[in-house]
């Protein structure tokens, strides 16, 4: 594993209007930029969706990111419909 990356994380307030504009709705979010020298080892996860755990350790924050399982590998859902008890009719 490459060494020796200095980043900061970076704060976003996103403001979205509703009510044709009546009222401003305020949310931020937390971007932190991965340098350029670790493409190569993010590469085979891009595209994918990805688990996230995150542990504060003192002075130290760590962010471990894991492949998820594919759909393939799940079981099927079971079915949990109820029949119908009687066919809608449309009036004419």
């Known amino acids: 594993m490459k060494e ?6 970076q704060r976003k307030i996103h403001k979205r209007l ?18 350029k020298r670790f493409n190569e ?6 595209n994918q969706k990805l688990n996230i755990e995150v542990k504060n350790e003192g002075d130290r ?18 079915n949990v419909s ?3 008890k009687h066919t809608a009719k449309i009036p004419a």
């Open 61 to 78: 924050l760590t962010i471990t990111l894991s492949k998820k399982p594919t759909e393939n590998s799940k079981t099927p859902r079971k």
């Open 41 to 46: 080892l993010l590469k085979p996860y891009l």
């Open 4 to 9: 020796g990356a200095s980043v900061k994380i």
């Open 18 to 35: 509703y009510l044709k504009g009546k009222g401003t709705y305020k949310y931020e979010r937390f971007y932190l930029p991965v340098p």
């Open 82 to 84: 109820v029949p119908r």
